[in-house]
């Protein structure tokens, strides 16, 4: 039940969620309750923020969390040449 949900590899294996619930995820595959998540780490920098709401800019940055949020710093606005929709969210310092 639930293999090949990649469509490519037989052992790629749904589990966890409805209607695989009876399939018990690996530690592996487990999404952290409390950070971002990405399936491939982004190019855009990101940051967990508990202020964020649906529908404000930059929130839900990986899909899963309402907290994850997309961000720019000066120095990256600098050296991209290329504008983002997140360039008016600045990155906290902590990031830098």
Not at 29 to 42: G, L, M
Not at 66 to 87: E, L, Y
């Amino acid at each position: 039940l639930g293999c090949n949900a990649d469509g490519v590899h037989q052992g790629c294996r749904f589990c966890g969620a409805r209607p695989y619930e009876n399939v018990t995820c690996p530690v592996t595959a487990e999404v952290p309750e409390d950070t971002c998540w990405f399936r491939s780490e982004p190019r855009l920098q990101h940051y967990w923020d508990e202020s964020c709401a649906w529908g404000v800019k930059g929130c839900f940055a990986d899909g899963i969390h309402r907290q994850c949020r997309f961000c720019t710093t000066a120095a990256d606005r600098r050296r991209a040449g290329n504008p983002t929709p997140f360039d008016d969210i600045e990155c906290p310092m902590l990031l830098l």
